[in-house]
């Protein structure tokens, strides 16, 4: 069964330090989401591509973070610096809509960062 | 905007008990909807889902009817086990709106022996 792949699964790092989070879609999936989770709330919308175009960042830190989609395929969400207040969960998902309106998510196991 | 209120956890039942977790969202166009589960430590995988109105969706025992009039999803499981503990989540996607998903808190639910 097609699964979306995430990097790492845990990342332990230091404040003012650069991380990257990797995903890979599920194959033929245009749509791709980051999330970002917080232990004990649900999943925000960090930013949303169609192919290799962003739909949405309006929720994106954009003064520290950044995302890309360069061939439309594979992505990279990037945090530079980390703060304390970014750990979290940051999971990826993506999407083939159909013809009856939104098709469903599917996620990845997701990347927990921890920032000390 | 664009919003999903689920009810508030945690949630703790015997096995073998009804549950029900109520869902209430609010949309622009007509949005599709879901239910999503989170097992510990792992991501969310769907449910059940349904795409228009007085659609009912079903999977693992678990049913949930898209109520229009009373802008409703809500989820109902006639008799819990231990291995349904997890966290549960509301979402919509409005296609109004591209496609954005929209995410309910979440319910923690614990089912004891």
């Known amino acids: 069964e097609a699964e979306v792949a995430q990097s790492p699964r845990y990342k332990i790092t230091e404040k003012s330090q650069a991380v990257a989070f990797w995903c890979d879609p599920i194959?033929?999936?245009?749509?791709l989401y980051w999330y970002r989770q917080i232990l004990g709330q649900g999943p925000e919308l960090l930013v949303q591509?169609?192919?290799?175009?962003?739909?949405?960042d309006s929720q994106l830190p954009k003064d520290r973070f950044s995302a890309e989609r360069l061939k439309g395929v594979d992505s990279t969400l990037k945090i530079q610096p980390a703060e304390l207040g970014d750990s979290a969960m940051y999971l990826c998902?993506?999407?083939?809509?159909?013809?009856?309106?939104?098709?469903?998510?599917?996620f990845g196991e997701g990347s927990r960062l921890t920032v000390l | 905007g664009d919003s999903v209120t689920q009810m508030e956890g945690p949630v703790t039942l015997s096995e073998e008990a009804f549950l029900t977790i109520n869902c209430t969202y609010t949309?622009?166009?007509?949005?599709?909807l879901f239910w999503y589960v989170q097992y510990p430590g792992e991501g969310l995988q769907l449910l059940l889902k349904?795409?228009?109105?007085?659609d009912k969706g079903s999977n693992k025992g678990f049913e949930a009817t898209y109520r229009k009039e009373t802008t409703s999803f809500h989820l109902e499981k006639g008799s819990v086990q231990v291995s349904d503990s997890a966290v549960y989540f509301c979402?919509?996607?409005?296609?109004?709106?591209?496609?954005?998903?929209?995410f309910g808190t979440g319910t923690s639910l614990t089912v004891i022996p």
């Open positions: 998902a993506s999407s083939s809509p159909g013809l009856a309106g939104a098709g469903e998510l599917f």
């Open positions: 194959s033929g999936h245009a749509t």
């Open positions: 591509f169609q192919d290799e175009s962003v739909v949405d």
């Open positions: 949309a622009t166009g007509y949005p599709s």
């Open positions: 349904a795409t228009k109105a007085d």
């Open positions: 979402a919509l996607s409005d296609a109004y709106t591209g496609n954005q998903f929209y």
